[in-house]
């Protein structure tokens, strides 16, 4: 399944365990956009951490996903999958004891079929 794809390839850029619920400090919600022969799905990594400068090194490896030239698509059990950044940004929370990092990733896929 795609989620299980997502929540791999998210933990391995930032060390953390990502859960698909809103439960924990890192999470992610995929939203369908689009079903064919490709489909396309919002993936949104949501973060949040008391630490604000260890939060900027872990967006900056959740960018890492982001492919920027046409010939790098990711190959992950059996998917094939492109990431392109939509949007994001972090907001402060309790008075800045918490910072809540949001990112909005686009995520072009296809399965390979066996």
Not at 65 to 77: P, Y
Request: glycine content about 4%.
């Amino acid at each position: 399944m795609l989620s299980h794809v997502v929540k791999k390839l998210l933990d391995d850029v930032t060390g953390l365990s990502f859960r698909p619920v809103h439960d924990s400090e890192a999470f992610y919600i995929l939203k369908p956009l689009e079903r064919g022969v490709i489909n396309r799905d919002v993936l949104e990594v949501r973060i949040i951490s008391s630490d604000f400068d260890n939060l900027e090194v872990l967006r900056a490896n959740v960018e890492c996903l982001i492919s920027f030239n046409k010939d790098n698509n990711r190959l992950v059990d059996d998917y094939s999958l492109r990431f392109a950044l939509s949007g994001g940004g972090i907001l402060p929370l309790h008075d800045f004891n918490l910072y809540d990092s949001s990112q909005f990733l686009t995520v072009t896929w296809f399965k390979k079929e066996r």
